[in-house]
Nanobody, 120 residues
């Protein structure tokens, strides 16, 4: 009953910017953390950035200084501002949330992914 809706992917030139959005909806007791993952061609899925319900953030070394994860708790929405994009950022980006579905239990939920292509 939890659904993640992603938007903002597309084609951008190197050095450009994109802003991804992911809104969680459905039967959510509370959100523990929201994250962005990506899977580039020929590579394993990689954790890009995470933000907790308290606002703590973590980034992959490859995106530090270029990407910013933020949230709007009232809207159960997470954003990924991507600046200074590089061709190696090309990937399918997946939204993920670690959420409680009742007081005691939690699980992860995944979005369907959105394509980000960085190319001239």
């Amino acid at each position: 009953q939890v659904q993640l809706v992603e938007s903002g992917g597309g084609l951008v030139q190197p050095g450009g910017s994109l802003r991804l959005s992911c809104a969680a909806s459905g039967s959510i007791f509370s959100i523990i953390a929201m994250s962005w993952y990506r899977r580039a061609p020929g590579k394993q899925r990689e954790l890009v950035a995470t933000i907790t319900s308290g606002g703590s953030t973590n980034y992959a070394d490859s995106v530090k200084g270029r990407f910013t994860i933020s949230r709007d708790n009232a809207k159960n929405t997470v954003y990924l501002q991507m600046n200074s994009l590089k061709p190696e950022d090309t990937a399918v980006y997946y939204c993920n949330t670690l959420a409680k579905y009742d007081y005691y239990n939690s699980r992860t939920y995944w979005g369907q992914g959105t394509q980000v292509t960085v190319s001239s």
